[in-house]
């Protein structure tokens, strides 16, 4: 089971990047997927979390800049991410789990993929 995550580079802030994250070896299909950052010297966060219908969950930091979304066709999910601002500047991870329900909590995704840097410049 892979999970390949793209899509990253450097912006300016209040530019945008789209991540990808596509998913191969199984399905996952009914399965939650997210996104995860880290920055330097900081922990893993929760960035946002999308369920197998498509419902969905943003932290506060993201909300009404970053909206995650998915093709099950392709078994990919997706991270449109506007308003970049420097503080989002991290290695942007995403990982899915056993079971549909969305919840926050890294410890609770089983696969992770790669990782994908993300740089915005002020």
């Known amino acids: 089971v892979q999970l390949q995550a793209s899509g990253g580079g450097l912006v300016q802030a209040g530019g945008s990047l789209r991540l990808s994250c596509a998913a191969s070896?199984?399905?996952?299909?009914?399965?939650?997927m997210a996104w995860f950052r880290q920055a330097p010297g900081k922990e893993r966060e929760f960035v946002a979390a999308?369920?197998?219908?498509?419902?969905?969950v943003d932290a506060d930091s993201v909300k009404g800049r970053f909206t995650i979304s998915r093709d099950n066709t392709k078994n990919t999910v997706y991270l449109q991410m506007n308003s970049l601002k420097p503080e989002d500047t991290a290695v942007y991870y995403c990982?899915?789990?056993?079971?549909?329900?969305?919840?926050?909590?890294?410890?609770?995704?089983?696969?992770w993929g790669q990782g994908t840097q993300v740089t915005v410049s002020s």
């Open positions: 999308i369920n197998w219908s498509g419902s969905t």
């Open positions: 070896g199984r399905t996952f299909s009914r399965s939650a």
């Open positions: 990982a899915a789990k056993e079971g549909g329900v969305v919840v926050t909590a890294a410890r609770l995704y089983g696969y």
